[in-house]
């Protein structure tokens, strides 16, 4: 029989009750047993980092979220095992791994089901804050989509479902819509490619846990729900620990398989193929699993209820175009900061210096030819935010000049800038993190602006919450051009 992953919000049965339960009964075994809430979510990640970060005002750290374990502290080496501190980010292994743990969590949660007495078939459902942007739904389920369903508590625990409650969190919904937007990386044409912007499953990579250079679907909507609901959700090291991680993860995962039904493929490389990784399975015993075994849900054994383009955003023809028209894939700095700058609570400016127009092999029409030209792409690139703590979703804005209006290119989430920030970690060739958005089309509206002069161009970065004790330096900023 396959399961059906179904919406949170559609579903009619106990289904959260039971994960509530199962949560609980997972709680009280030792986190050397692989069927323990804790050993599952140090297979995500896991450190004991002391700094001090804010949820609602109070104060925690990975230390003190992962001090609450049964049988802490864990000997070293489980630490360093081959089954904890996994997870893949910054790579085109981002999608598979999760999609392999979220295989194993759920057949580890179903078999607790069973043994409390519940139903025997217990599947994982999806938290599908899409929703929020689907012009189908009125403004009123719009913004529930935004919300944490209500089992999972506010500012207390739901009474009937304490296990599904936890009290690192910097909030229950996401700020807004833009923190929610699934579109941008549902029209990409390739699964993976060069540029990270224009890859829907991540760039090229070996083993990647650590790595900073995120792919469109790991960046938005992944990332900013991770630092957006914030706290221990906003940590890689203990994000896992949050019973809505699991929802996050299979909507994730949903829209992956969204995206094949659309008509687009997986990359072919037999390297991404034949990656091999280690989990636990329902008995607790070692188990495998290869990219190439999990690129068909329903050989895993499940489906999803709703697809994405039955419940589709608004068809933005104008990228749909730029990311389709494919263009040369070559792209060239034509601007950039020339040092680093610390990111304040409030709007940031980045200074940009240009290059000599002769210096810039990219010609850019959407810099100043004519409105009837086809835009080439235009890139913003993130490099080198290195930093520590959680931040909230960052907005990227452009200006035309100092004092005219601001217009939002997109959100970048910050998921894992601790990590990868650390030089010990495994990726030793880039320090922090590296984010990419596509700025043709806010580009295209400035230019509309009569006082339009690309030299003039403004950069604006605004955390969506004060920073609080966390701190983000931004080791450049610059923009690539499509060459045509
Ligand atoms: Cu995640």
Same mark, same amino acid.
């Given at each position: 029989?396959?399961?059906?992953?179904?919406?949170?919000?559609?579903?009619?049965?106990?289904?959260?009750?039971?994960?509530?339960?199962?949560?609980?009964?997972?709680?009280?075994?030792?986190?050397t047993d692989p069927s323990s809430w804790w050993y599952q979510g140090a297979i995500h990640g896991y450190g004991l980092d002391k700094r001090p970060n804010l949820a609602n005002n109070e104060s925690w750290s990975e230390s003190s979220v992962w001090e609450q374990a049964e049988g802490f502290p864990p000997s070293e080496g489980l630490v360093n095992s081959q089954f904890w501190q996994q997870c893949q980010h910054g790579t085109w292994f981002f999608l598979p791994w999760h999609r392999m743990y979220l295989q194993f969590f759920e057949a580890i949660v179903a078999k607790t089901v069973v043994e409390l007495g519940g139903p025997k078939d217990w599947t994982l459902p999806y938290w599908n804050y899409c929703d929020a942007n689907n012009p189908a739904l009125n403004p009123t389920e719009q913004l529930q989509a935004l919300k944490l369903p209500s089992e999972f508590g506010t500012n207390t625990p739901n009474p009937d479902f304490p296990g599904l409650w936890m009290k690192e969190r910097a909030q229950y919904q996401l700020s807004s819509q833009a923190d929610a937007s699934c579109s941008v990386a549902m029209k990409l044409q390739n699964?993976?490619?060069?540029?990270?912007?224009?890859?829907?499953?991540?760039?090229?990579?070996?083993?990647?846990?650590d790595s900073g250079t995120f792919g469109a679907v790991e960046n938005n909507p992944h990332n900013l729900v991770h630092v957006d609901i914030g706290g221990a959700m906003g940590d890689p090291n203990t994000a896992a620990l949050d019973p809505i991680f699991w929802l996050h993860h299979a909507n994730i995962d949903r829209l992956w398989q969204c995206w094949?039904?659309?008509?687009?493929?997986?990359?072919n490389d037999i390297t991404w193929l034949n990656q091999v990784f280690d989990f636990h399975n329902a008995d607790s015993l070692p188990d495998t699993l290869s990219v190439k075994d999990v690129l068909s849900t329903e050989a895993l054994g499940f489906t999803y209820s709703d697809s994405y383009s039955s419940s589709a955003a608004p068809t933005d023809s104008k990228v749909?175009?730029?990311?389709?028209?494919?263009?040369?894939?070559?792209?060239?700095?034509?601007?950039?900061?020339?040092?680093?700058?610390?990111?304040?609570?409030q709007s940031t400016s980045a200074q940009l210096e240009f290059l000599p127009e002769k210096q810039r092999a990219a010609q850019v029409p959407v810099l100043g030819a004519s409105n009837s030209q086809t835009p080439n792409q235009?890139?913003?690139?993130?490099?080198?935010?290195? @930093?520590?703590?959680? *931040?909230?979703?960052?907005? &990227?804005?452009? !200006? $035309?000049s100092a004092n005219s209006e601001r217009v939002l290119v997109g959100k970048i989430g910050l998921f894992g800038l601790t990590q990868s920030s650390t030089p010990s970690s495994t990726s030793c060739l880039e320090q922090g993190i590296s984010i990419e958005l596509d700025v043709t089309d806010a580009l295209q509206q400035l230019r509309s602006q009569t006082n339009w002069n690309l030299e003039n161009l403004?950069?604006?970065?605004?955390?969506?919450?004060?920073? @609080?004790?966390?701190? *983000?330096?931004?080791?450049? &900023?610059?923009? !690539? $051009?499509?060459v045509v």
């Open positions: 029989m396959i399961r059906v992953r179904k919406n949170v919000n559609e579903l009619t049965d106990d289904t959260l009750l039971w994960y509530s339960k199962a949560v609980e009964s997972m709680k009280q075994k030792d986190i699964f993976t490619a060069s540029s990270p912007a224009t890859s829907f499953g991540g760039v090229q990579t070996g083993f990647s846990h094949i039904d659309q008509g687009r493929e997986n990359t749909f175009a730029l990311a389709s028209a494919g263009g040369s894939g070559m792209f060239d700095t034509i601007a950039a900061t020339t040092k680093p700058f610390l990111l304040g609570s235009v890139i913003i690139v993130l490099d080198n935010v290195t @930093g520590s703590g959680v *931040v909230a979703p960052v907005s &990227v804005y452009v !200006k $035309a403004q950069i604006e970065l605004e955390p969506g919450r004060e920073l @609080g004790n966390a701190s *983000v330096t931004v080791g450049r &900023v610059s923009i !690539k $051009a499509e």
